[in-house]
């Protein structure tokens, strides 16, 4: 026998006046935003709702509110623990009373879960996130049965359908779950991105009653987008860094593809004095939380994360938002990005692009299942599409959301202000929508480019295609130009994909009225972006951003001898040859300046630094030189970003091979960063590890060697002392012992 259905009673909805005073009493807001009153609205009628809103539109306060309002309380189902976390924190924020607002999750306790719950059963609580997964606990589930429901909201949607860009299998259950806990419950689905392919699928999986379909415009004004190339990773780097350094104390997200990278680029943004955390689900839930909150209270400037980082994130005034790595679609550029500027001023949108990335996410798809990988690469297909495109980004965008943008020319991307030529097309299209009705608009894009340009494959030659008469009749033309043609005659509205079916072209209507009637058709070529040079996310990033001035080198070297004797010391004492490198290619003429080459400290900038700096100040004059930008683009070695690990573990005595291992070097990089540490003024105590590499004896010889030299060459030093052999790390050991010890 069938369990018969809970009903709810008929609510009364407010009017107006109702509703902006409680918006008044709960929240300390005198107007609403967008469609937010009419979400509220039909909520408050009982209506299942739908709302599409864009990041920063206010979407939580079209449950909020009414959950305020009604009797009982609201279950909200949230994708992430952070964002949940976020959310109560906010609401409890506008109340007297922190019950108001709970979550459930895997992060409580039992003790925790038993104030939850007997706040839930007292009627306190009125708004209560849980992860999908604690709906999946039947003792969850009879729980919420018992609970006066006011109703359901769906925060991120998008989660539910296999075209958006974050889907979560769980979500498909969200329905049969909410049906178990009271089946006359309205429901509301919000999101901030959803083509109308993922709009159908959330409808349909959520089984929404007639719902009132709310759609904002997906239009963000005070947003720049820009996609830069990325063909050397040095160079790269080196670009984020200048314009991190150029936006102090400005907020800003750096999105990249793997949790390796995020540590990499978080440590050279650190580096190089730039206050940065790397943000992935590798981190343990209390290290992510901490990091979250530092730069929600603006204790680090930049948070270096994966996709992990971000979704439901509350920060108003995030002024750029960089992409390292081309997304894996459209909807996660757009809600990446959507992250800047909130607060409706400036948000900087950069994205660096390389083929070696596309290559990389079409990998990832490699073992998935083949629906699967159908669905990956069509979403690649139309990130890279937006990326190489040479026109309007903004309308680009708009378009994939199923918007149109009127304007050819928003002036505010990097296409539109630096605007490419334009070539008429008028022929060249009819010849483009000939093809694909040749071809019964069964096919994708790759497929009509290859018929169109005569490109004979096997598969044309099972479906016989080559006897076409439209095979090859635009062969004067490249690929390039074709492609270009097709996402534009897209955007035009001329030709649309069919996305139920993987992406075949077909002709609109308005397609089908150009052909009988063609008109003037201006193109723009995409943009070509040049192959990504040899290096690779594992690879180092090169030590020498800018060259070194010889010239300048040589006379350092000579000013630093003539210190060295005056003093009584070995020139390494002074400073290590790669602090004169810097030197040399930095050209510091003040203290502070000089303090930013690797390995001099403050202290040693002023016990050596001034007729250092005297020298360079002359040579710039001399020579006229133009000062390189005034940050240090070095790698994470040379600033030792280690160094705090590496002074604590030395503290402790762990051998020497333990720290390498752990923090991934080889024992001669390791050296190489003790000696850095040790010549920029920090004692080093290593006679734990040297009385096992070397007897008294041995270590005394070295010692007076290293008090009479002139060279700071190790190769000269084992060549001095060659009959007792001593290998390249004996030699640097004493030498880090000899810098701790003399140099400070």
């Given at each position: 026998?069938?369990?018969?259905?809970?009903?709810i009673?008929?609510?009364t909805?407010?009017q107006?006046k109702?509703?902006?005073?409680?918006?008044e009493q709960?929240f300390?807001?005198?107007?609403?935003k967008?469609t937010?009153?009419?979400a509220i609205?039909?909520?408050?009628s009982?209506?299942d709702?739908?709302?599409i809103m864009p990041?920063?539109?206010?979407?939580?306060?079209?449950?909020q509110?009414?959950?305020?309002?009604?009797e009982?309380c609201?279950i909200?189902v949230?994708?992430?623990?952070a964002?949940?976390?976020?959310?109560v924190?906010?609401?409890?924020?506008?109340?007297?009373?922190?019950?108001?607002?709970?979550?459930l999750?895997s992060?409580?306790n039992?003790?925790?879960?038993?104030?939850?719950k007997?706040?839930?059963l007292?009627?306190?609580?009125k708004?209560?996130y849980v992860?999908?997964?604690?709906?999946?606990?039947?003792?969850n589930l009879?729980?919420?049965?018992?609970?006066?429901?006011s109703?359901?909201?769906?925060?991120?949607?998008?989660?539910?359908?296999e075209?958006g860009?974050?889907?979560r299998?769980?979500?498909?259950r969200?329905?049969?779950?909410m049906?178990e806990i009271?089946?006359?419950?309205?429901?509301?689905a919000?999101?901030a991105?959803?083509?109308?392919?993922?709009?159908?699928d959330?409808?349909?999986?959520?089984?929404?009653?007639?719902p009132e379909?709310?759609?904002s415009?997906?239009?963000?004004?005070n947003?720049?987008?820009?996609?830069q190339p990325?063909?050397?990773?040095d160079q790269?780097v080196?670009?984020i860094?200048?314009?991190?350094?150029?936006?102090?104390k400005?907020?800003?997200?750096?999105?990249?593809?793997?949790?390796?990278?995020?540590e990499?680029?978080a440590d050279?943004?650190?580096a190089?004095?730039?206050?940065?955390?790397?943000?992935?689900?590798?981190?343990d839930?209390?290290?992510?939380?901490?990091?979250?909150?530092?730069?929600l209270?603006?204790?680090?400037q930049?948070?270096?994360?994966?996709?992990?980082?971000?979704?439901g994130?509350?920060?108003?005034d995030i002024?750029f938002?960089i992409?390292?790595?081309?997304?894996k679609?459209?909807?996660?550029?757009?809600?990446e990005?959507?992250?800047?500027?909130?607060?409706?001023l400036?948000?900087?949108?950069?994205?660096?692009?390389?083929?070696?990335?596309?290559s990389?996410l079409?990998?990832?798809?490699?073992?998935k299942?083949?629906s699967?990988?159908?669905?990956?690469?069509?979403l690649?297909d139309?990130?890279?599409?937006?990326a190489?495109?040479?026109?309007?980004?903004?309308?680009?965008?708009?378009?994939y959301?199923?918007?149109?943008?009127?304007?050819k020319?928003?002036?505010?991307?990097?296409?539109?202000?630096?605007?490419?030529?334009?070539f008429?097309?008028k022929?060249?299209?009819?010849?483009?929508?000939?093809?694909?009705q040749?071809?019964?608009?069964r096919?994708?894009?790759?497929?009509?480019?290859q018929?169109?340009?005569?490109?004979?494959?096997p598969?044309?030659?099972?479906?016989r295609h080559?006897?076409?008469p439209?095979?090859?009749?635009?062969?004067?033309?490249?690929?390039l130009?074709w492609?270009?043609?097709?996402r534009q005659?897209?955007l035009?509205?001329?030709?649309?994909?069919?996305?139920?079916?993987y992406?075949?072209?077909?002709?609109?209507?308005k397609?089908q009225?150009?052909?009988?009637?063609p008109?003037?058709?201006l193109?723009?070529?995409?943009?070509?972006?040049?192959?990504?040079?040899g290096?690779?996310?594992?690879?180092?990033?090169a030590?020498?951003?800018?060259?070194?001035d010889d010239?300048?080198?040589?006379?350092?070297?000579?000013?630093?001898?003539?210190v060295?004797k005056?003093?009584?010391?070995p020139?390494?004492?002074?400073?290590?040859e790669?602090?004169?490198?810097?030197?040399?290619?930095?050209?510091p003429?003040?203290?502070?300046?000089?303090?930013?080459c690797?390995?001099?400290s403050?202290?040693?900038?002023?016990?050596y630094g001034e007729a250092?700096?005297?020298?360079?100040?002359?040579?710039?004059?001399?020579y006229?030189?133009e000062?390189?930008?005034d940050?240090?683009m070095?790698s994470?070695?040379?600033k030792?970003?280690?160094?705090?690990?590496?002074?604590?573990?030395?503290d402790?005595?762990?051998p020497?091979e333990?720290?390498?291992?752990?923090?991934?070097?080889?024992?001669?990089?390791?050296?190489?960063?003790m000696?850095t540490?040790?010549?920029?003024?920090?004692?080093?105590?290593?006679?734990?590890?040297?009385?096992?590499?070397?007897d008294?004896?041995?270590q005394?010889e070295?010692?007076e060697?290293?008090?009479?030299?002139?060279?700071?060459?190790?190769?000269?030093?084992?060549?001095?002392?060659?009959?007792?052999?001593?290998t390249?790390?004996?030699?640097?050991?004493?030498?880090?012992k000899?810098?701790?010890?003399?140099?400070?």
């Amino acid at each position: 026998m069938p369990t018969p259905k809970k009903t709810i009673k008929k609510t009364t909805v407010p009017q107006n006046k109702e509703i902006l005073a409680a918006l008044e009493q709960y929240f300390g807001f005198s107007e609403f935003k967008g469609t937010q009153e009419q979400a509220i609205q039909s909520l408050l009628s009982g209506r299942d709702t739908f709302v599409i809103m864009p990041t920063g539109g206010g979407k939580s306060l079209c449950y909020q509110l009414p959950a305020m309002m009604l009797e009982g309380c609201a279950i909200v189902v949230s994708p992430l623990i952070a964002l949940m976390k976020n959310q109560v924190d906010l609401i409890r924020g506008y109340s007297e009373h922190d019950e108001v607002a709970h979550f459930l999750n895997s992060s409580l306790n039992k003790g925790q879960i038993k104030v939850v719950k007997e706040d839930l059963l007292s009627g306190k609580t009125k708004l209560l996130y849980v992860a999908p997964e604690t709906l999946t606990k039947q003792e969850n589930l009879d729980f919420f049965s018992d609970l006066k429901v006011s109703f359901f909201a769906v925060d991120e949607a998008h989660c539910i359908s296999e075209w958006g860009h974050d889907f979560r299998p769980e979500y498909r259950r969200l329905k049969e779950m909410m049906e178990e806990i009271n089946p006359a419950a309205p429901i509301i689905a919000l999101t901030a991105t959803a083509t109308p392919k993922v709009q159908s699928d959330i409808v349909k999986n959520l089984s929404l009653n007639h719902p009132e379909i709310l759609i904002s415009s997906f239009n963000r004004e005070n947003l720049y987008y820009e996609v830069q190339p990325k063909i050397k990773k040095d160079q790269t780097v080196k670009s984020i860094v200048k314009y991190i350094t150029k936006h102090k104390k400005k907020s800003g997200i750096i999105y990249t593809l793997n949790r390796k990278t995020t540590e990499e680029l978080a440590d050279l943004l650190k580096a190089n004095n730039i206050k940065a955390v790397a943000y992935h689900a590798g981190l343990d839930q209390k290290l992510r939380a901490e990091r979250q909150d530092q730069f929600l209270n603006e204790d680090v400037q930049v948070i270096v994360a994966t996709i992990a980082f971000g979704m439901g994130i509350d920060k108003p005034d995030i002024r750029f938002v960089i992409h390292y790595n081309i997304p894996k679609s459209i909807e996660n550029y757009y809600q990446e990005t959507g992250r800047a500027g909130r607060d409706g001023l400036e948000g900087n949108c950069i994205l660096y692009y390389s083929q070696k990335d596309v290559s990389k996410l079409e990998h990832f798809l490699r073992d998935k299942p083949l629906s699967e990988r159908e669905v990956g690469a069509q979403l690649i297909d139309e990130t890279v599409a937006f990326a190489e495109s040479g026109v309007c980004r903004r309308r680009s965008l708009l378009h994939y959301f199923g918007e149109s943008w009127p304007d050819k020319n928003c002036g505010k991307c990097d296409n539109c202000l630096h605007p490419k030529e334009q070539f008429q097309a008028k022929s060249e299209l009819v010849q483009l929508l000939q093809t694909i009705q040749a071809l019964d608009e069964r096919f994708v894009a790759a497929y009509v480019v290859q018929i169109i340009t005569g490109h004979y494959t096997p598969q044309i030659g099972l479906y016989r295609h080559e006897k076409l008469p439209v095979f090859g009749i635009g062969k004067t033309h490249d690929d390039l130009f074709w492609n270009s043609l097709i996402r534009q005659a897209m955007l035009e509205e001329l030709i649309e994909k069919d996305i139920e079916e993987y992406g075949l072209l077909k002709l609109t209507a308005k397609g089908q009225k150009f052909l009988k009637k063609p008109s003037s058709f201006l193109v723009v070529l995409q943009n070509v972006f040049a192959a990504e040079l040899g290096d690779d996310e594992e690879s180092e990033v090169a030590e020498d951003a800018v060259t070194t001035d010889d010239r300048l080198f040589e006379l350092l070297k000579d000013l630093r001898q003539v210190v060295a004797k005056k003093l009584g010391l070995p020139p390494f004492v002074i400073f290590l040859e790669t602090s004169l490198q810097d030197m040399a290619t930095l050209y510091p003429t003040t203290f502070t300046e000089l303090e930013r080459c690797q390995g001099v400290s403050k202290g040693k900038s002023i016990k050596y630094g001034e007729a250092f700096i005297k020298l360079i100040e002359q040579y710039v004059i001399d020579y006229n030189i133009e000062k390189p930008d005034d940050f240090v683009m070095k790698s994470v070695a040379n600033k030792s970003s280690n160094k705090i690990y590496i002074i604590q573990n030395v503290d402790k005595k762990i051998p020497l091979e333990t720290i390498a291992k752990n923090k991934d070097l080889r024992l001669d990089s390791l050296l190489e960063e003790m000696e850095t540490i040790a010549a920029s003024g920090t004692k080093l105590n290593l006679d734990y590890a040297i009385d096992e590499w070397l007897d008294e004896y041995d270590q005394e010889e070295i010692l007076e060697y290293f008090k009479s030299c002139e060279t700071s060459s190790l190769q000269i030093a084992q060549q001095e002392l060659s009959e007792n052999d001593y290998t390249w790390e004996q030699l640097k050991i004493m030498r880090i012992k000899f810098l701790s010890v003399v140099g400070n």
